[in-house]
């Protein structure tokens, strides 16, 4: 009996110690212990890292994105210009950086090429995460690379390119630094009709680019609006290194034009057509745009680029530049060990800093941040000038620099802000 007992007291206890187990997942299911995630969701803990995270992030460099085509055709003018680009990288970041941060400047070859300029911007934006991307100096490259920055809602600012249908092209996004081909265009119909008295002229154009396809248009439209009357026009295509057809018919002409206009997107181009042109008696004013502003223009033309003008962003020079245009000539100097080669390299310089400059007033590596307050600049000074954007027009207003060679030396010839300009 006593054992019977000893066994049923002996199970009841082994019921009771089973039944607790039992109740335990109401405990698991209890909404606090299933929420708790939610207490870490609560703002104060979400945003806790951020707050411990902010010393070691605001450390890290701020990259930026550089696209020039060091090799291939374009290199004549991107060279200069990425040089003073990195002249400008060194200087801020030696002088403490933006926002306490040191610039990484993630700088590519696009080679000339557009298929690799794109290539390079996909690169700068998915891999280099960069916030913000300034370089090259030519319509072409900038129509490569902008649409990819701006799908990827990243700033763009072109040191070089002047084409003015750039920004409404590709998007909010866009940037030139320069002045656009339209004013250039004009300040050098203006100059032909108003200082070199010029009432007719030859048009000879290189049909391969953007560039000198856009100079053209507009420079016929204002020479034109001013009376002028063109004689004569004429095309070639880059490469090209005979221009004897189209000289003949030039000399063709009875009576002769007073001047000559001719848009080539290379210095060398433009030396080369201008020492046949006086090889074959032709010493007619020659005027074009700043694709001849680079050494090869003399380099290659030697005396035949006498009475030649061209429009272009700044006269590089330590004599009768500007303060900052002397300072700028002796940094490069120091860095390179020679003077600024072309009025790009000067430009390829300020772009950066009116990047940073943007970068610093937005307080932020925030694109669209960034990208606001690069459409807010206003006097902004740099080497070639002030850069003011209006409201909704992502070109700045800048004057036009004329370069006139005389005995070999890129000398002063004028600083032109054209009566009128024509529209995009």
């Known amino acids: ?73 374009m290199a004549s003018l991107d060279v200069p210009a990425s040089k003073g680009s990195k002249l400008a990288v060194k200087e801020i970041n030696a002088a403490g950086g933006v926002l306490g941060r040191q610039i990484d400047y993630i700088l590519y070859d696009g080679k000339t090429d ?5 290539n390079i911007a996909t690169q700068l934006v998915t891999s280099d995460k960069v916030v913000a991307i300034v370089g090259n100096t030519d319509s072409d490259s900038a129509l490569a690379i902008g649409p990819i920055a701006q799908k990827a809602g990243i700033p763009y600012l072109t040191a070089g390119a002047t084409s003015p249908k750039l920004p409404d092209q590709v998007g909010d996004f866009m940037f030139l630094a320069p002045f656009g081909d339209n004013v250039q265009a004009a300040a050098g119909a203006e100059f032909m009709w108003n ?16 560039y000198t396809t856009l100079l053209a248009k507009y420079w016929r439209e204002r020479y034109e609006e001013l009376g002028g009357k063109i004689v004569l026009e004429d095309t070639y295509t ?18 002769m034009p007073d001047c000559l206009y001719v848009a080539s997107l290379q210095a060398s181009d433009a030396g080369a057509i201008a020492k046949q042109l006086r090889d074959a008696g032709i010493t007619l004013p020659m005027v074009g745009g700043d694709g ?41 100097n120091a860095e390179y060990g020679n003077d600024p080669e072309s009025a790009f390299a000067a430009l390829g310089y300020d772009a950066i800093y009116l990047m940073a400059d943007a970068i610093k007033r937005a307080g932020s590596t925030d694109p669209k941040a960034i990208r606001d307050a690069l459409a807010a600049t206003s006097g902004f000074e740099g080497v070639t000038g002030t850069v003011t954007y209006q409201p909704g027009i992502r070109v700045p207003q800048k004057s036009v620099t004329i370069i006139a060679i005389v005995n070999g030396q890129y000398t002063l010839g004028a600083e032109v802000t054209p009566e009128k300009v024509p529209a995009p």
């Not at 187990?21 to 703002?43: F, H, N, R, W, Y």
């Not at 200082?195 to 953007?210: I, N, V």
């Not at 090869?296 to 590089?316: C, R």
């Open 195 to 210: 200082k070199l008295s010029c009432k007719t002229s030859w048009l000879f154009w290189d049909k391969g680019a953007e």
């Open 238 to 255: 880059q490469g090209d290194t005979d221009f004897s057809a189209q000289i003949t018919r030039l000399k063709a002409q009875n009576p």
């Open 114 to 118: 557009s298929a690799t300029n794109g």
């Open 292 to 332: 001849y502003d680079g050494p090869e223009l003399v380099g290659v033309g030697g005396s035949g680029a006498e009475n030649v003008y061209f429009t272009t962003h700044a006269l590089i020079s330590a004599d009768k530049g500007t303060d900052k245009m002397k300072a700028f000539i002796k940094a490069y």
């Open 1 to 73: 009996m006593k054992m019977k007992l000893f066994s049923l007291i002996l199970l009841f206890a082994l019921l009771a110690g089973c039944a607790a187990p039992t109740q335990a997942p109401s405990a698991t299911e209890a909404p606090a212990a299933t929420e708790a995630p939610a207490a870490t969701e609560a703002p104060a803990v979400t945003e806790a890292p951020a707050a411990t995270e902010a010393p070691a992030a605001s450390t890290e460099p701020i990259k930026i994105g550089g696209t020039y085509n060091l090799t291939g055709a």
